[in-house]
């Protein structure tokens, strides 16, 4: 059911550190900052030649990852996000097999402009997974 991996995104507190980082320690293509306030995020896209690295920092009162930058003060993995074909087919599978989509359960669009669900990180090893219908 799952494609290619889109992207891993990481919570990180200060992100032109976390940026420089990518671009000179570890060489990687890096987008300049871009404020997605619907999103409450502001994201620095880091280009690999298989996927993508989302670095996300809180923007705006009520940023949903404000809490998690508050319990995780250095930064960390905060979610990694599947490709599917047909994202209603994908949760209406997810949800009978017991999977909880989190939210209202019905796809929003996300910070590429495509539909995006999200998943329970406790059905997924503690990992939150985002679906984006691609
Ligand atoms: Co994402």
Do not use: W
């Not at 209603?88 to 929003?108: F, M, N, Q, T, Y």
Request: hydrophobic share 40%.
């Amino acid at each position: 059911m799952i494609g290619r991996l889109n992207h891993v995104a990481i919570v990180v507190p200060d992100l032109a550190a976390a940026a420089a980082n990518y671009r000179e320690t570890l060489g990687a293509k890096v987008s300049a900052p871009q404020d997605l306030p619907e999103h409450g995020v502001t994201v620095v896209f880091v280009e690999l030649p298989n996927t993508k690295i989302e670095l996300l920092h809180p923007l705006g009162e009520g940023s949903t990852i404000a809490p998690f930058l508050a319990k995780n003060p250095s930064g960390g993995m905060h979610h990694v996000c599947y490709e599917v074909d047909d994202i209603i087919s994908a949760r209406d599978k997810l949800k009978a097999s017991g999977k909880r989509v989190l939210g209202d359960g019905e796809p929003k669009i996300g910070a590429h402009g495509k539909p995006v669900l999200f998943l329970h990180p406790k059905d997924f090893a503690g990992t939150l997974v985002e679906i984006e219908q691609v």
